[in-house]
């Protein structure tokens, strides 16, 4: 099957780091946008990072090119000036003011290629907080996430990088909105995605739920669920999540696992009435589960409507059932040259996912390509490959 490629013909240039910005070319090139990164001579820091940076590089820099160029030097500027010239769309994530004093900023690009699409992925959009250094943590815990995560008193980060990925997400949002736009006006724009409003706009359901009910939102370990039944349940073995979140679903609960004494209960036939009861309804649930395996649980909740979940770990994906046959993981070859599968996009496109066959660059293994498509001479090339300006690699 062929994957979709919606963007192809658009021409991106990329000046990131970490998870922020790559994630929005990463989401670009793999709907079939030409994505080339601009590296620093010898590549990118995050490609050596350890720990849970290591797979930040291999996670969010398929389906690009990649070209080393020192910026210090006249000529890894020329070269930098070259591609965001014939670009459609930049994107960067250094700190406030990095590429303007570098001669690469908004208002000096735009001036030379008019149809530029600027996106600057930051830790805040302009305001008082603007020059503060932020990065996810950072966000999560100012923006009230971290609060809602962790039980009372201790506020948790949560257990990915959601803001920062959510964070490309709007900055992908925004710059699909600026082409719209400039198929009308001709013109691009400057887009400004950043993590500590990503987080507030997530937190604003319980900021909300304070203004509809003049109350404070209790973290999410010490909620009041709006469902009584709505919770991990201990099994013999594995634990697995239930919630039964309608009227017509408990009736079907309780029929699924011989509760017919709990659908006799006129007290309980309304879901409002049920979380009132938790405390006396919940030890009959949880010592009913504990009674079964999880597989004999899921037998019996399958195809039934119940909202139910195992409790997977991100090791556990490579091997579902589900992710192989609806092409959820694409094949990587990373840069040692070992071979796995990573998410695609969670979208489908027609009849298609865009999925596809990805190999992490070397660092700067597309230089010479890179080059010769912004029209540089063979003798050039090799020219500022001698001086150093450009490295060559992979």
């Not at 830790?123 to 250094?133: I, K, V």
């Not at 309608?246 to 699924?256: I, V």
Request: aromatic share 6%.
């Amino acid at each position: 099957m062929t994957s979709p490629t919606p963007l192809a013909g658009l021409k991106i240039v990329e000046f990131t780091h970490m998870v922020m910005g790559p994630t929005v070319g990463h989401i670009l090139a793999s709907l079939g946008a030409e994505v080339v990164r601009v590296e620093p001579i010898g590549g990118d820091q995050t490609r050596r990072l350890l720990g849970s940076g290591a797979g930040y590089f291999a996670m969010y820099n398929r389906h690009k090119q990649s070209i080393c160029l020192d910026l210090k030097s006249a000529d890894g500027m020329a070269v930098a000036r070259a591609l965001c010239e014939r670009a459609d769309i930049l994107v960067e994530n250094f700190r406030p003011g990095a590429l303007d004093r570098l001669g690469l900023g908004y208002d000096v690009l735009s001036a030379a290629n008019p149809r530029l699409i600027y996106c600057s992925e930051k830790g805040f959009l302009p305001g008082p907080y603007e020059d503060r250094t932020a990065l996810d943590e950072v966000a999560q815990m100012m923006g009230g996430l971290a609060y809602m995560t962790g039980p009372p008193g201790r506020p948790l980060r949560a257990g990915a990088s959601v803001i920062d990925v959510t964070g490309g997400m709007f900055g992908v949002i925004g710059i699909l909105a600026a082409i719209e736009e400039r198929h009308r006006t001709g013109l691009g724009q400057k887009v400004i995605a950043s993590l500590f409003e990503t987080t507030v706009y997530l937190v604003g359901q319980h900021m909300a739920q304070f203004a509809v009910t003049g109350s404070a939102a209790a973290p999410m370990p010490a909620r009041i669920s709006a469902w009584a039944i709505y919770d991990v349940f201990e099994t013999k073995d594995e634990p697995l999540f239930i919630g039964v979140v309608s009227d017509p679903l408990w009736e079907k609960f309780c029929a699924l696992f011989g509760l017919d004494d709990l659908w006799a209960d006129e007290g309980l036939r309304r879901n409002n009435d049920r979380v009132q009861a938790r405390e006396r309804l919940m030890p009959r649930i949880r010592d009913l589960i504990a009674g079964f395996t999880r597989d004999e649980v899921i037998a019996r909740l399958e195809g039934s409507g119940l909202p139910f979940a195992p409790i997977g770990r991100p090791e556990d994906m490579f091997d579902d059932p589900h992710l192989a046959a609806s092409d959820g993981l694409e094949p990587v070859t990373l840069a040692d040259g070992r071979e796995t599968r990573l998410p695609t996009l969670p979208l489908m496109m027609g009849d298609g996912r865009p999925a596809a066959a990805a190999a992490l660059p070397q660092p700067g293994a597309d230089s010479r390509l890179v080059l010769a498509g912004i029209g540089f001479a063979d003798a050039d090339i090799e020219r500022l490959l001698a001086s150093g300006s450009v490295q060559v690699g992979g």
